[in-house]
């Protein structure tokens, strides 16, 4: 419940573009994959820390899969959830980050090769960079 953010991409392999949403009333993700006729599976989802706020798409891991960073704004951390394959989730690992995460972006920082985590810190007031040592 209370969906806070909504991202598309393909997080089963497929090349369709599936949805993934921040929910931030209920405390989880939800993924809805692509059927071929334009539809979408039922919403299943995974739990994060308190307040999911924003969501981005990225293969943190390097094994060439979407997987799903959150921004858990209640939990003041940013959460990542592996794709283990075929558009279905790890139970999320979670990083400490300023107060009150609001939004996340995967990039290339340190110039590695591997996306980092950049999370905009609403109640700190600053920025914080989560480097990617997988």
């Not at 993934?20 to 979408?40: E, H, M, R, W």
């Not at 609001?102 to 591997?114: F, L, Q, S, T």
């Amino acid at each position: 419940t209370g969906p806070s953010c909504v991202v598309a991409a393909d997080v089963n392999g497929d090349s369709k573009p599936d949805i993934i949403i921040a929910n931030y009333g209920s405390n989880n993700v939800g993924v809805l994959l692509k059927k071929g006729n334009g539809t979408f599976s039922a919403q299943k989802t995974y739990s994060t820390g308190s307040g999911p706020y924003y969501v981005v798409a990225g293969d943190v891991n390097g094994d060439g899969k979407s997987d799903i960073i959150v921004a858990n704004f209640g939990s003041n951390n940013a959460g990542v959830l592996l794709n283990i394959g075929n558009g279905t989730f790890a139970t999320q690992m979670t990083y400490s980050t300023g107060s009150g995460p609001y939004y996340v972006v995967a990039g290339d920082v340190n110039g590695d090769g591997k996306p980092d985590i950049i999370v905009a810190n609403y109640g700190s007031n600053n920025v914080g960079v989560l480097l990617n040592y997988c």
